[in-house]
T-cell receptor, first 115, second 115 residues
Framework: AQKITQTQPGMFVQEKEAVTLDCTYD???????LFWYKQPSSGEMIFLIY??????QNATEGRYSLNFQKARKSANLVISASQLGDSAMYFC????????????FGSGTRLLVRP | DGGITQSPKYLFRKEGQNVTLSCEQN?????MYWYRQDPGQGLRLIYY???????QKGDIAEGYSVSREKKESFPLTVTSAQKNPTAFYLC??????????????FGEGSRLTVL
């Protein structure tokens, strides 16, 4: 069965420092997509970054980068130069490239940025 | 502006009552989804629909019902059969598979509390 695991329930980081949020996934499929979403206290889900299983380079979007290690089935999110506004829940998710379009989510990591 | 609108934002219900959560999108997306989020947890899929007049059960469909009579609308009914309905409900949509990576676009959520 497909599964996403986020082992860090909560993390602290000092403002302006980098932080890595861990995500491992389990699937027997060869084709899949990996996503990271941010959820502020207001509740909406904000898309951050996407990595396809066949992408050879790690995805980057501004201060966000995805450290994709396919053999280890990990897709860690790296946030550089943390800002106070980065304090939120972060969810890793996986999409199977079948017709269902469904995303499977991990349990999330709560990040708190300290001034 | 294009987006997904969920209403109401907050809803209180007495035990034994059915309640319907509204979800409307003007993004012209084919697929729509309902997720449930419990405190400190990830998102779990309730129902999804890839096309008008068709929908499929997700992982936790018991006690819920949906309809998809129009492309832009995907209401969720929480029935009295749902044993523990107090949760945060998120609606999402996504474009056709060929049009993107499968990113989900989320509404701002509806928080349901059963008294």
């Amino acid at each position: 069965a497909q599964k996403i695991t986020q082992t860090q329930p909560g993390m602290f980081v000092q403002e302006k420092e980098a932080v890595t949020l861990d995500c491992t996934y389990d699937t027997s499929d060869q084709s899949y997509g990996l996503f990271w979403y941010k959820q502020p206290s207001s509740g909406e889900m904000i898309f951050l970054i996407y990595q396809g299983s066949y992408d050879e380079q790690n995805a980057t979007e501004g201060r966000y980068s995805l450290n994709f290690q396919k053999a280890r089935k990990s897709a860690n999110l790296v946030i550089s130069a943390s800002q106070l506004g980065d304090s939120a829940m972060y969810f890793c998710a996986m999409r199977l490239m079948d017709s269902s379009y469904k995303l499977i989510f991990g349990s999330g990591t709560r990040l708190l940025v300290r001034p | 502006d294009g987006g997904i609108t969920q209403s109401p934002k907050y809803l209180f219900r007495k035990e034994g009552q059915n309640v319907t959560l509204s979800c409307e999108q003007n993004l012209n997306h084919d697929a729509m989804y309902w997720y449930r989020q419990d405190p400190g947890q990830g998102l779990r899929l309730i129902y999804y629909s890839q096309i008008v007049n068709d929908f499929q059960k997700g992982d936790i469909a018991e006690g819920y019902s949906v309809s998809r009579e129009k492309k832009e609308s995907f209401p969720l009914t929480v029935t009295s059969a749902q044993k523990n309905p107090t949760a945060f409900y998120l609606c999402a949509s996504s474009p056709n598979y060929e049009e993107g990576d499968g990113e989900l676009f989320f509404g701002e959520g509806s928080r349901l509390t059963v008294l």
